[in-house]
């Protein structure tokens, strides 16, 4: 199956610092990528949709401001956390899949990033 | 929207043991996931199932989506099995996103 990477695998940060999360897909051309928040034991939360090239479409009770997500190209999307906060601590899982016409709109997971702010 | 329900919740077995497990979801959708997250959390894609049945080694899924459920099979579980299991539905709308169920945790006892 495709392979989707992601960059940190953990990170801990001081209150007040903004993190970049990567997510890149190495083998397909990931049109769409999406952003998930899973808390312990439970199911993932999605935050947010982006196509290549758009601004992404944030789901609804989540801060466009505070989570800031850059799609600039087929292979590699950002999620900022800006200005962290203890209760930004979380797992943070990106996705990608090829949503063009005539392609198999199978999704894959990249292995997620622990941020835990201090 | 769409209502993903996975069933058991919670299920312990042991070793050699086999299991289904359900997804049930409220309406028609256009694609159908089984996932497996590992104790690290990483997702891994188990079956890209709409409709029909697949198997792969141990493991076999079936799709029924007149009647909108899914079945995940297990047999000769291992240890390596644990973990939870997501099904995740796709429904083709301007949004197209999928949506998980709550998820099934799997633990096999040696």
């Known amino acids: 199956g495709a392979v989707v990477s992601q960059h940190p695998s953990r990170v801990i940060c001081k209150s007040g610092t903004s993190v970049k999360i990567e997510c890149r897909s190495l083998?397909?051309?990931?049109?769409?990528m999406f952003w998930y928040r899973q808390f312990p034991k439970q199911s993932l939360m999605l935050m947010a949709t982006?196509?290549?090239?758009?601004?992404?479409?944030?789901e609804q009770g989540v801060e466009k401001d505070k989570f800031l997500i850059n799609h600039a190209s087929l292979t590699l999307s950002t999620l900022t956390v800006t200005s962290a906060h203890p209760e930004d601590s979380s797992f943070y899982i990106c996705?990608?899949?090829?949503?063009?016409?005539?392609?198999?709109?199978?999704?894959?997971f990249g292995p997620g990033t622990r941020l835990t702010v201090l | 929207g769409i209502q993903v329900e996975q069933s058991p919740p919670d299920l312990i077995l042991q070793e050699g043991a086999n299991s289904t497990l359900r997804c049930n979801f409220s309406?028609?959708?256009?694609?159908l996931q089984w996932f497996h997250q590992n104790p690290w959390g990483q997702l891994i894609n188990l079956f890209y199932?709409?409709?029909g049945t697949k198997q792969n080694g141990r493991l076999s899924a079936t799709t029924v989506a007149t009647e909108r459920y899914s079945l995940l099979y297990i047999s000769s579980s291992q240890t390596t099995d644990s973990g939870v299991y997501f099904c995740?539905?796709?429904?083709?709308?301007?949004?197209?996103?999928?949506?998980f169920g709550s998820g099934t945790r799997l633990s096999i006892r040696p």
């Open positions: 996705s990608a899949r090829d949503s063009r016409t005539g392609k198999v709109p199978e999704q894959f």
């Open positions: 083998d397909f051309q990931a049109t769409t």
């Open positions: 982006s196509n290549e090239g758009s601004k992404a479409t944030y």
């Open positions: 309406d028609s959708v256009n694609n």
């Open positions: 199932i709409p409709s």
């Open positions: 995740a539905v796709l429904r083709y709308s301007s949004a197209s996103k999928i949506i």
